[in-house]
């Protein structure tokens, strides 16, 4: 497996392994990712900031993400505690999705480690990520790769603004 920065080639399977992921979301009664974000348009821009991260075998799409070293507003106030206190300096990863047929392989796991390794060697101490409340599936994907509950956050901005999520850290 290797991990590639998206480009606009990659639209097409981004876009289908985000449909899947809403559906399943939805599945779960969950409110998440279903208020047109992630959306096409926040994609290309991540083409343009060179943040989508792609985990690729055989030159299929298995997962997408956006990983960020820049401060989110959305991590300013929490309900609870950071592990590493109140930095601005971090890595984040944000619109984590697995595609359906790599569910359960362990590709989200693959794709986290693979953000731990970038954000070691651009020396920032830990990597940020929230979810839903209610997502069970990505908390304990979380919890399995080593990231640490700290509390909740108040989503600020874009089409979820106002929305409560759980935040992660793993320290490095």
Request: glycine share 10%; hydrophobic share 40%.
């Amino acid at each position: 497996m290797e991990f590639i920065t998206a480009r606009p080639e990659h639209l097409a399977d981004m876009w289908r392994i985000t449909l899947d992921a809403k559906a399943q979301l939805k599945g779960l009664g969950l409110d998440q990712w279903q208020k047109g974000y992630p959306s096409l348009e926040v994609w290309q821009q991540d083409f343009v900031d060179e943040t989508g991260l792609l985990a690729v075998e055989d030159g299929k799409v298995l997962a997408a993400c956006a990983y960020l070293t820049t401060h989110d507003p959305s991590y300013t106030t929490i309900d609870g505690a950071w592990l590493t206190g109140d930095i601005r300096a971090y890595g984040s990863l944000h619109r984590v999705c697995v595609a359906q047929e790599a569910k359960g392989t362990g590709v989200a796991g693959k794709l986290f480690a693979h953000a731990f390794q970038v954000t070691r060697a651009a020396g920032l101490p830990s990597v940020r990520i929230d979810t839903h409340p209610g997502n069970a599936p990505m908390a304990r994907a979380l919890e399995k790769a080593g990231f640490v509950r700290c509390g909740t956050i108040i989503l600020k901005g874009g089409a979820e603004d106002g929305d409560l999520r759980v935040a992660y850290e793993k320290i490095l």
